[in-house]
């Protein structure tokens, strides 16, 4: 029986309030209105951005349906939608490609204007396709993936090789991408290069593996949980530091394992503001570049000296790792399908739905499987 057309009621993790557990709830989803795309979500990463979220320290709209790293299958499409159609294998993407917009038309854009960076907590329409008896419930990041069902706009979602693995590839939505785009694209890791970054989550790891592919000859991980060190130099870390076990500043500590020079490229994958400006002092005063690739909290600011930049130094930031989303997305699946990369590593946990709580208190202690 077709549910084209038709609201649709299923299972979605629906936050109310912060600080408090996501509840599984039954909602109703609406049929995709014109330029949207109804798609049963497969399989959906935790991601920090959804935790900080959770925290407080990224202000939403509640209640909320988070989660922005998915896979699924084309439910049913709005009209005029002529980029996937009902069965196609896809991606939602959070960092939309519209293909029209100033950013979209920039060869170095990927920001686009159809984006909800904002957190406004609806679809470009201004309106969310979720309610819950009667009540609305709020979209996160124009995909909300902690659902059975979503709905996106047409900019948002690619069409992907549907042999792909869901509870894989579903990290080429977000984290992988954002890591390993970093290096590759943002920063743009020379061979030979030495790096540092700082944070060996998923996208740490990511990070590292894209510092990797880009031929970087030293790559130093900082983190003050030492568990992570093993997996990171599977990874491609050549060394590793926890800032824990010295008494003077990681920065001098970065400096002093490259002979006073500070490495070429740093790279913070955490979103606090104090490993933002030690990950800029640590890179090479006049030549290094240092990214920040962590979610910031809403309102935190940055005090430094002027001086860190003035001789020189690159500050920047970088969103999905600067791809383009709609034309990379399809060939990283591609690329992860040929070999050319694994995510498997990044997998510690994989869990059915009812357990997502569970997730984020493992995203939280930071524990990987010691099988």
Same mark, same amino acid.
């Given at each position: 029986?077709?549910?084209?057309?038709?609201?649709?009621?299923?299972?979605?993790?629906?936050?109310?309030?912060?600080?408090?557990?996501?509840?599984?709830?039954?909602?109703?989803?609406? /049929?995709?209105?014109?330029?949207?795309?109804?798609?049963?979500?497969? #399989? =959906? %990463? @935790?991601?920090?951005?959804?935790?900080?979220?959770?925290?407080?320290?990224?202000?939403?709209?509640?209640?909320?349906?988070?989660?922005?790293?998915?896979?699924?299958?084309?439910?049913?499409?709005?009209?005029?939608?002529?980029?996937?159609?009902?069965?196609?294998?896809?991606?939602?993407?959070?960092?939309?490609?519209?293909?029209?917009?100033?950013?979209?038309?920039? /060869?170095?854009?990927?920001?686009?204007?159809?984006?909800?960076?904002? #957190? =406004? %907590? @609806?679809?470009?329409d201004g309106t969310s396709k979720f309610t819950y008896k009667g009540q609305q419930i709020h979209t996160f990041a124009g995909t909300s993936t902690f659902a059975e069902y979503t709905v996106v706009h047409e900019s948002a979602v690619v069409k992907i090789d549907a042999t792909a693995p869901p509870e894989k590839v579903c990290l080429i939505g977000c984290g992988f991408s954002t890591g390993y785009g970093a290096a590759i694209n943002s920063a743009k890791v020379e061979p030979g290069s030495t790096c540092a970054v700082f944070g060996l989550g998923g996208v740490g790891l990511s990070t590292v593996?894209?510092?990797?592919?880009?031929?970087?000859?030293?790559?130093?991980?900082?983190?003050?949980?030492?568990?992570?060190?093993?997996?990171a130099k599977e990874m491609g870390a050549t060394e590793c530091v926890n800032p824990m076990d010295f008494k003077k500043p990681i920065n001098e500590v970065l400096y002093g394992l490259t002979d006073g020079e500070g490495v070429d490229y740093s790279f913070e994958v955490i979103g606090r503001t104090d490993t933002m400006t030690a990950?800029?002092?640590?890179?090479?005063?006049?030549?290094?570049?240092?990214?920040?690739?962590?979610?910031?909290?809403?309102?935190?600011?940055?005090t430094f000296s002027p001086a860190l930049i003035f001789t020189g130094r690159t500050w920047k930031g970088s969103i999905f790792g600067g791809w383009k989303s709609k034309e990379a997305v399809p060939k990283l699946v591609s690329d992860f399908m040929g070999g050319k990369f694994a995510l498997e590593p990044l997998i510690t946990h994989t869990l059915p739905f009812d357990k997502i709580n569970e997730g984020f208190e493992l995203l939280r202690s930071g524990k990987r499987r010691t099988d």
């Open positions: 029986m077709s549910t084209a057309g038709k609201v649709i009621k299923c299972k979605a993790a629906v936050a109310w309030e912060v600080k408090k557990p996501l509840s599984i709830e039954q909602v109703e989803v609406a /049929p995709p209105k014109a330029h949207e795309v109804r798609i049963k979500i497969l #399989a =959906s %990463g @935790v991601c920090r951005s959804d935790d900080h979220v959770l925290s407080g320290a990224l202000q939403v709209k509640f209640p909320i349906i988070l989660g922005h790293e998915a896979a699924g299958v084309v439910e049913s499409v709005g009209e005029g939608v002529t980029c996937v159609k009902p069965g196609d294998k896809v991606i939602p993407l959070f960092a939309p490609q519209c293909g029209e917009c100033s950013t979209c038309k920039h /060869p170095r854009g990927n920001l686009c204007k159809m984006g909800d960076l904002a #957190a =406004s %907590g @609806v679809m470009p593996m894209g510092c990797k592919a880009a031929g970087a000859s030293r790559i130093i991980g900082v983190d003050i949980n030492k568990d992570k060190f093993p997996k990950a800029l002092a640590s890179c090479h005063m006049n030549y290094g570049t240092s990214v920040v690739v962590g979610v910031p909290p809403s309102a935190s600011e940055i």
